[in-house]
T-cell receptor, first 117, second 114 residues
Framework: AQTVTQSQPEMSVQEAETVTLSCTYD???????LFWYKQPPSRQMILVIR??????QNATENRFSVNFQKAAKSFSLKISDSQLGDTAMYFC??????????????FGKGTLLTVNP | EPEVTQTPSHQVTQMGQEVILRCVPI?????FYWYRQILGQKVEFLVS????????KSEIFDDQFSVERPDGSNFTLKIRSTKLEDSAMYFC????????????FGPGTRLLVL
């Protein structure tokens, strides 16, 4: 079974600064995907960024980038130039890659990020 | 942009009652999921559904739970006889394909069992 751990329940950052959210996971799988989801207050959870474990290059999406360390089983999210709209709960999630028709996500507990003006 | 919708947003029920939580996935999606989050705990997978059948279910998804896609647009989660510990936020999600297709989540239904 897979587990995902987010050790920072809450974080805060000043607008325009950079913040890094931590995530570690435990799995015996070699092929998998990792995700960061964002849930703004009273809104849907939406995908921020995705990383395929077989790709060495770290994924980036505009101001969002990851530091994927496969050997260390670490998957941190860096948010550059933080904006007030980045205030949200951030969830790290794991998905096993394989055949069949099941693609369940295993989530961490979440980190509540507050961006201060 | 298409969204997953869920109704109701909140539901209060008495222990032992049946509840049905409703979801309308994005129209061209083929994979459907239910997750739940008990207050203060992780979001947990309940069940995945593809091609009109359950493809996987977790230990939580016991005989009290069932899912259905009754009319090609709705996707429902039924809890036959609710327990206090079923109180949680229930999220529906859908995806166009399998891994690593993005799962799109609904806003959730907050269920409170008294």
């Amino acid at each position: 079974a897979q587990t995902v751990t987010q050790s920072q329940p809450e974080m805060s950052v000043q607008e325009a600064e950079t913040v890094t959210l931590s995530c570690t996971y435990d799995t015996s799988e070699n092929n998998y995907y990792l995700f960061w989801y964002k849930q703004p207050p009273s809104r849907q959870m939406i995908l921020v960024i995705r990383q395929e474990a077989y790709k060495q290059q770290n994924a980036t999406e505009n101001r969002f980038s990851v530091n994927f360390q496969k050997a260390a089983k670490s998957f941190s999210l860096k948010i550059s130039d933080s904006q007030l709209g980045d205030t949200a709960m951030y969830f790290c999630a794991f998905m096993k890659r394989g055949g069949g028709s099941n693609y369940k996500l295993t989530f961490g507990k979440g980190t509540l990020l507050t961006v201060n003006p | 942009e298409p969204e997953v919708t869920q109704t109701p947003s909140h539901q209060v029920t008495q222990m032992g009652q049946e509840v049905i939580l409703r979801c309308v996935p994005i129209s061209n999606h083929l994979y459907f999921y239910w997750y739940r989050q008990i207050l203060g705990q992780k979001v947990e997978f309940l069940v995945s559904f593809y091609n009109n059948e359950i493809s996987e279910k977790s230990e939580i998804f016991d005989d009290q739970f069932s899912v259905e896609r009754p009319d090609g647009s709705n996707f429902t989660l039924k809890i036959r006889s609710t327990k206090l510990e079923d109180s949680a936020m229930y999220f529906c999600a859908s995806s166009e394909g399998g891994a690593p297709e993005t799962q799109y989540f609904g806003p959730g239904t907050r269920l409170l069992v008294l």
